[in-house]
Nanobody, 120 residues
Framework: QVQLVESGGGLVQPGGSLRLSCAASGSIRSFNTMGWYRQAPGKQRELVAAITNGGITNYADSVKGRFTISRDNAKNTVYLQMNSLKPEDTAVYYC??????????????WGKGTQVTVSS
């Protein structure tokens, strides 16, 4: 029943910054992990960053040192701060929520995505 809505995408020049927001209609504490994925034209969807309820983060090697994922539980919102953007960061960015169902299965909830374009 929880829905995810991304915002903050747009057009930015190389070296610029953007902050993406993912607003959930329910408590993000209902999920073990919140994350951001992206899919560029002609490429597979890939993990960009993730954060657990315990605050442990994970980043793709391509964005380490440039992107920061964070969360505000009171606002039920997850953020992705993107600095030093490169043209290769151009993609549709999707918010993801994941939790375990039973001992083996996982449940994933996805937003509709927001376009990020890095171009001069």
């Amino acid at each position: 029943q929880v829905q995810l809505v991304e915002s903050g995408g747009g057009l930015v020049q190389p070296g610029g910054s953007l902050r993406l927001s993912c607003a959930a209609s329910g408590s993000i504490r209902s999920f073990n992990t919140m994350g951001w994925y992206r899919q560029a034209p002609g490429k597979q969807r890939e993990l960009v960053a993730a954060i657990t309820n315990g605050g442990i983060t994970n980043y793709a090697d391509s964005v380490k040192g440039r992107f920061t994922i964070s969360r505000d539980n009171a606002k039920n919102t997850v953020y992705l701060q993107m600095n030093s953007l490169k043209p290769e960061d151009t993609a549709v960015y999707y918010c993801n929520a994941q939790t375990r169902v039973g001992a083996v299965n996982m449940y994933n909830l996805w937003g509709k995505g927001t376009q990020v374009t890095v171009s001069s």
